[in-house]
């Protein structure tokens, strides 16, 4: 099993630019499913003949987390599977990078990284984080970074191309599963 951070050219009209997201794989069947809300979420092949996650965060109007969104997804398969990509086709050029997990085994922080990605959307949906203006502010590199480092990896920020906001994190409770004593701090 192992856990990666991904980041992949923006899909679009948008000619610069990275946008961040989270690949899981070498999972075996039954797993854990992955839960956004009450939805259950199974793992899917990710082109190596293995089964995983993968899981971003985009713009909706606000920033909302989405498993196996349809551009995440691709551009996994495209790295996992060679066959592929084509010269003369474009693609998304997806650079990943193996997540270490210096205190828990990779099962424990898979369990972590899916509890705080449902307790995101759960708390995201209160109390929305509006997606910034080109991409400033709180953004899909920033919701990677932070679900990563919650989760206890250990992993670069800085991939490659422009990854604006890669080194902001977002408030650690929007990734509480329970409520905080004190609100979150308002970010819009």
């Excluded at 923006?10 to 630019?17: F, R």
């Excluded at 839960?35 to 089964?51: H, Q």
């Excluded at 997804?73 to 210096?102: G, M, N, Q």
Aim: aromatic share 10%.
């Amino acid at each position: 099993m192992s856990i990666y951070i991904a980041a992949r050219d923006l899909d679009g009209m948008v000619p610069i630019g990275t946008h961040q997201f989270i690949i899981i794989d070498g999972l075996s069947n039954p797993y854990e499913s992955g839960r956004l809300e009450n939805k259950i979420i199974s793992p899917k092949n990710l082109g190596n003949g293995k089964l995983g996650y993968v899981i971003g965060a985009h713009n909706r109007g606000n920033l909302e987390a989405i498993f196996f969104e349809k551009s995440d997804y691709e551009a996994t398969l495209e790295y996992f599977d060679r066959k592929r990509v084509s010269f003369f086709k474009s693609d998304f050029d997806t650079e990943v990078i193996k997540v270490k997990f210096p205190n828990a085994d990779k099962k424990v922080a898979t369990s972590i990284i899916i509890r705080i990605v449902n307790a995101y959307s759960v708390n995201q949906s209160m109390d929305k984080i509006a997606y910034p203006p080109l991409g400033f502010g709180f953004n899909s590199n920033s919701w990677a970074q932070t679900v990563i480092e919650l989760a206890g990896g250990v992993v670069q920020s800085d991939l490659k191309g422009v990854d604006i906001s890669n080194k902001k994190r977002i408030p650690r409770t929007y990734f509480m599963s329970v409520c905080p004593e004190k609100p979150r701090p308002k970010i819009n």
